[in-house]
């Protein structure tokens, strides 16, 4: 079982807060990680991609990857109220050609 | 360029029907996958392709079944259906696997919202 961890929440943060969330996956091995922002009824869409171990940064949004302590997170600055989304997170374990999605967090930016 | 479609949006059956959920993409896609989507839950792989005549199990493949005959079209089959089998139903595709290159980003589709009763 390739198992991706993420807290539900609901997290909210008031309108220009940063807000972080948070990753971790059980296979040592997980070469790539992705976060997707999902809207109510929506379909995901991908925000950010890693897979080296550090900071990656695109706009607002900021991922980092620590492998040796495996996780990955997503800070997003500035926050709007247009950031009010569920977030999932996916990883790609050793096996390649697919990947494993969390639960997803649910965010709420309060104006 | 409509990117992923599929149809229908909704549909409800009756316990032990059979449907097939349509996908098709216009983004020459080598990779496509079906996912569903159960409330407050994250994304589960049921099956993918790599191309044309070639498919693969995911996580959740049982009561499900796919062909890839051409590389536009990736259909979902849902043989007997079951009121476990309730859920959003993704398709999604990429050019290459996922490995985090940009070219390789999965776009998805609008989902179809399937219902057994």
């Known amino acids: 079982q390739k198992e991706v961890e993420q807290n539900s929440g609901p997290l909210s943060v008031p309108e220009g807060a940063i807000a972080s969330l948070n990753c971790t996956y059980s296979?040592?091995?997980?070469?790539?990680f992705f976060w997707y922002r999902q809207y109510s009824g929506k379909s995901p869409e991908l925000i950010m991609s890693?897979?080296?171990?550090g900071d990656k940064e695109d706009g607002r949004f900021t991922a980092q990857l620590n492998k040796a302590s495996q996780y990955v997170s997503l800070l997003i600055r500035d926050s709007q109220p247009s950031d009010s989304a569920t977030y999932l997170c996916?990883?790609?374990?050793?096996?390649?050609?697919?990947?494993?999605f969390g639960t997803g967090t649910s965010l709420t930016v309060i104006p | 360029n409509a990117g992923v479609t599929q149809t229908p949006k909704f549909r409800i059956l009756k316990i032990g029907q059979s449907m097939t959920l349509q996908c098709t993409q216009d983004?020459?896609?080598?990779?496509m996958y079906w996912y569903r989507q159960d409330p407050g839950m994250g994304l589960k792989l049921i099956y993918y392709?790599?191309?044309?005549?070639?498919?693969d199990k995911g996580e959740v493949p049982n009561g499900y079944n796919v062909s890839r005959s051409t590389t536009e079209d990736f259909p979902l089959r849902l043989e007997l259906a079951a009121p476990s089998q309730t859920s959003v139903y993704f398709c999604?595709?990429?050019?290459?696997?996922?490995?985090?290159?940009?070219?390789?980003?999965?776009?998805f589709g609008p989902g179809t919202r399937l219902t057994v009763l």
């Open positions: 999604a595709s990429s050019y290459g696997p996922p490995d985090g290159a940009s070219y390789n980003e999965q776009f």
């Open positions: 296979d040592r091995g997980s070469q790539s």
């Open positions: 890693i897979y080296s171990n």
């Open positions: 996916a990883v790609n374990p050793t096996t390649g050609n697919q990947f494993y």
């Open positions: 983004m020459n896609h080598n990779y």
């Open positions: 392709s790599v191309g044309a005549g070639i498919t």
